[in-house]
Nanobody, 120 residues
Framework: QVQLVESGGGLVQPGGSLRLSCAAS????????MGWYRQAPGKQRELVAV???????RYGDSVKGRFTISRDSAKNTVYLQMNSLKPEDTAVYYC??????????????WGKGTLVTVSS
């Protein structure tokens, strides 16, 4: 069984920074893309950032220039550095990954989410 566990959420003032982490564990053979999505109250889940296995990245328009995604492939971990946070960044942030298990099954799990609140 493969699972994703996020950490690093919390309360931060506008203009502040937070760093989220997401670690994949279990019967993993390889991981392709890893990414972050978020869902604010009353809104649909949206892309925040994705990083491919070759470290190619792409970002949602609302976070470009403020957020940076990175990964440590040796640790099966993806990070999201969030700077210049705004109240509209408040949401539950979810980790997602494209994983081949040791049984060469393709799975696309989601983490349970971590809450980020930007407020003074």
């Amino acid at each position: 069984q493969v699972q994703l566990v996020e950490s690093g959420g919390g309360l931060v003032q506008p203009g502040g920074s937070l760093r989220l982490s997401c670690a994949a564990s279990g019967r993993i053979f390889s991981i392709n893309a890893m990414g972050w999505y978020r869902q604010a109250p009353g809104k649909q889940r949206e892309l925040v950032a994705v990083i491919e296995s070759d470290d190619t990245t792409r970002y949602g328009d609302s976070v470009k220039g403020r957020f940076t995604i990175s990964r440590d492939s040796a640790k099966n971990t993806v990070y999201l550095q969030m700077n210049s946070l705004k109240p509209e960044d408040t949401a539950v942030y979810y980790c997602n990954a494209e994983i081949y298990s040791v049984d060469i099954d393709f799975i696309n799990p989601w983490g349970k989410g971590t809450l980020v609140t930007v407020s003074s």
